[in-house]
Nanobody, 124 residues
Framework: QVQLVESGGGLVQAGGSLGLSCAAS????????MGWFRQAPGKEREFVAAMSWSSGGTYVAGPVQGRFSISRDNYKNTVYLQMDTLKLEDTGIYYC?????????????????WGQGTQVTVSS
């Protein structure tokens, strides 16, 4: 059974940094794409970043480019989202997701497995 467990959320001031982790278990994720999505209060969930576990290729959404980065640790089966220069509009619940399809995608429908989410709150 696939499990994705996010951690690292919390309260941070605007301009600060926060790192999220997603521990994946239940199968081999070598050929998976791992993604991060977020949902702000009153808004739909949106794509943040994704990474191919096998190639290491990444794709980061426009609004967070240059501020957020995604990485992985193969030995720990963990994917990370480093968030720098945080803004008020980065507030939301951040979800980790896994797609068994080899192509990096920003579409939520391509991801079969989801974590429970972790809250990130950016204050002024």
């Amino acid at each position: 059974q696939v499990q994705l467990v996010e951690s690292g959320g919390g309260l941070v001031q605007a301009g600060g940094s926060l790192g999220l982790s997603c521990a994946a278990s239940g199968r081999t994720f070598t050929n998976y794409v791992m993604g991060w999505f977020r949902q702000a209060p009153g808004k739909e969930r949106e794509f943040v970043a994704a990474m191919s576990w096998s190639s290491g290729g990444t794709y980061v959404a426009g609004p967070v480019q240059g501020r957020f980065s995604i990485s992985r640790d193969n030995y720990k089966n963990t994917v990370y989202l480093q968030m720098d220069t945080l803004k008020l509009e980065d507030t939301g619940i951040y979800y980790c997701a896994a797609s068994p399809r080899p192509t990096i995608s920003a579409f939520q429908s391509m991801y079969d497995f989801w974590g429970q989410g972790t809250q990130v709150t950016v204050s002024s």
